[in-house]
């Protein structure tokens, strides 16, 4: 079946450090890949999303690119902030098999230190 | 703004007893769904629902019903609930067509 890999546990940086947390996938067909995050007590936020190879998503200051090479997608950011503090998810939709179901990675703790 | 919400957002049950957690979304979506979140194991699918007065099992619907009596809300239900249960769960919604989801704020179970 589908499946999802990201960084495990937690990621410590400090402000004005340089995210990357690692997403790769395991899909059959061409899947769309997701971002989402969750701060903490609410639930999680559709961050962006791509659909093809080389795309890139962005908002708010991340950005990761499909790459169906290495089945990738991994999330970046040039420079965190304190705010940036909450867990990410990366997800994906099998959209050939048209259920609108996601399958999401185990999600990766961000901690940014002022 | 177009919104998911939950009810309750935390509950104390006791095992064996009976849960019933509500969700209700004004996205006008098709499509309903229920997680549950799980250090350690992210969010995972457990029933799921294209139309009122249908639902589908997602990836871990043992120990779980769902109901879906119309378009707006979804019931996720617990007919004996295990401490095995104890676990943050999730609504979202999603239009037909799309695969974006929209999350709800999370109902915190806490079984004894």
């Known amino acids: 079946g589908d499946s999802v890999t990201q960084t495990e546990g937690q990621v410590a940086l400090s402000e004005e450090d340089f995210l990357t947390i690692h997403c790769n996938y395991s899909?059959?067909?061409?899947?769309?890949l997701f971002w989402y995050v969750q701060y903490p007590g609410e639930g999680p936020q559709f961050l962006f999303r791509?659909?093809?190879?080389?795309e890139k998503g962005s908002s708010r200051g991340f950005e990761a690119t499909y790459n169906k090479e290495t089945t990738s997608f991994h999330l970046q950011k040039a420079s965190v902030q304190e705010s940036d503090s909450a867990v990410y998810y990366c997800?994906?939709?099998?959209?050939?098999?048209?259920?609108?179901?996601?399958?999401f990675g185990h999600g990766t703790i961000l901690r940014v230190h002022p | 703004e177009a919104a998911v919400t939950q009810s309750p957002r935390s509950k104390v049950a006791v095992t064996g007893g009976k849960v019933t957690l509500s969700c209700h979304q004004t996205?006008?979506?098709?499509?309903m769904y229920w997680y549950r979140q799980d250090t350690g194991h992210g969010l995972r699918l457990i029933h799921y629902?294209?139309?009122?007065?249908?639902?589908e099992k997602g990836d871990i619907p043992d120990g779980y019903k769902a109901s879906r009596p119309s378009q707006e809300n979804f019931s996720l239900i617990l007919e004996l609930a295990s401490l095995s249960q104890t676990a943050v769960y999730f609504c979202?919604?999603?239009?037909?067509?799309?695969?974006?989801?929209?999350f709800g704020p999370g109902t915190r179970l806490l079984v004894l």
């Open positions: 791509a659909s093809r190879d080389k």
């Open positions: 979202a919604s999603s239009d037909l067509g799309q695969d974006t989801q929209y």
């Open positions: 996205n006008n979506h098709d499509y």
């Open positions: 899909a059959s067909g061409y899947p769309a």
């Open positions: 629902s294209y139309v009122a007065d249908s639902t």
């Open positions: 997800a994906l939709s099998n959209t050939g098999a048209n259920t609108g179901k996601l399958t």
